[in-house]
């Protein structure tokens, strides 16, 4: 049994690996792994902690290249009609579609390829985008959150039509819904935290601890949204 088990657990790390959201969550993992083991080692062990520095900039670099063409999927969404959220569903899919054009004159810049000037201010509006998106992605996740929660609670009360198990298999289907929204929501709200600490800098977004919790929790969540199930 726990043979199988652990060959269920490989067949699906396997099937996550092989997507490039997974690959980038793995190595966001290493990210800010690195960065806290950075923060932890840099009194105590300068050896050590130069070595957590250079894993942390390269994971990052690394994590810029696999996004590459990432853009054309907030362009590709705008192209298309924005459904029921409209104005919401736009300004969040321009912020994504900026954030990634940006982000790859910013690592052009840092690997030498483009002026080294031109990074900071790519990483800049690459940031600034980032965030518009992330605002209003929450605010539709919250939107559907809500109705969710007042369906179910419809649902429960015997309201709304539906009989036996097509009524729990709505209702199951809500919850599981739920789950992934609020794990998206946690996802985009750490990775604002980051952001904001890209365009004002400040004592507690740029605080090593804080970056470093927040990209794990970004990360992890992404876990959790994409392992298959």
């Not at 670099?61 to 959220?85: D, M, Y």
């Not at 990775?191 to 605080?207: S, W």
Request: glycine share 12%.
């Amino acid at each position: 049994m726990s043979g199988g088990g652990a060959g269920d657990t490989l067949d699906k790390l396997v099937v996550f690996l092989a997507k490039r959201d997974g690959v980038d969550k793995l190595v966001k993992t290493y990210q800010y792994v690195s960065k806290l083991a950075h923060w932890a080692a840099e009194t105590s062990h300068p050896g050590l902690a130069g070595r957590a520095k250079s894993w942390e900039t390269a994971a990052g670099l690394s994590r810029k290249v696999f996004r590459s063409g990432r853009s054309l999927t907030g362009f590709n969404a705008l192209r298309r009609s924005p459904g029921e959220f409209g104005a919401l569903a736009v300004l969040a899919n321009a912020g994504e579609m900026v954030y990634f054009f940006f982000d790859h004159f910013t690592w052009l810049s840092r690997v030498g390829v483009l002026e080294p000037w031109l990074a900071r201010r790519a990483s800049f509006v690459s940031a600034f985008g980032e965030c518009v998106g992330y605002v209003f992605f929450i605010a539709m996740d919250f939107i559907v959150i809500r109705r969710g929660i007042r369906r179910e609670r419809a649902l429960l009360r015997g309201e709304g039509g539906g009989e036996g198990k097509e009524k729990e298999g709505e209702v199951r289907m809500i919850r599981a819904d739920r789950v992934m929204r609020l794990m998206g929501t946690a996802a985009n709200l750490a990775d604002l935290v980051i952001g904001v600490a890209d365009i004002e800098p400040n004592p507690f977004c740029n605080h090593a601890v804080t970056l470093g919790v927040s990209g794990l929790v970004s990360a992890w969540a992404g876990w959790y949204r994409n392992w298959p199930s």
